[in-house]
């Protein structure tokens, strides 16, 4: 299974972005999808994750009620819907893939592979 982030872009303070992430292939190994971010000089942390079966999802409070994770089964692809988004939203997006339930969806480590980042940028 490989992971294709796109999407990110520059936006202004408000806008909108919508990320995908396209998991071509056999989607069937894949228990959740997350999707974390990392500015420059930060750890990486968690944003939004989300159950490939039933579509259950988590957000971490920074991007709660501003962002919304989907899945499109037909398509294999997970969407994050990012709104009113702020300049500390600026990031590298990346998507990884849990072959297996994560002990705590926050944790880099419970993801078994990545896809690349994409870049999203907010100005003030």
């Known amino acids: 299974v490989q992971l294709q982030a796109s999407g990110g872009g520059l936006v202004q303070a408000g806008g909108s972005l919508r990320l995908s992430c396209a998991a071509p292939g056999r989607t069937f190994s894949i228990y959740a999808l997350g999707w974390f971010r990392q500015a420059p000089g930060k750890e990486r942390e968690f944003v939004a994750g989300i159950r490939w079966g039933d579509a259950i999802t988590y957000y971490a409070d920074s991007v709660k009620g501003r962002s919304t994770i989907s899945r499109d089964n037909a398509k294999n692809t997970v969407y994050l819907q990012m709104n009113s988004l702020k300049p500390e939203d600026t990031a590298a997006y990346y998507c990884?893939?849990?072959?297996?339930?994560?002990?705590?969806?926050?944790?880099?480590?419970?993801?078994?592979?990545w896809g690349r980042g994409t870049q999203v940028t907010v100005s003030s």
């Open positions: 990884a893939a849990a072959f297996s339930t994560p002990s705590s969806w926050f944790r880099v480590r419970e993801y078994d592979i």
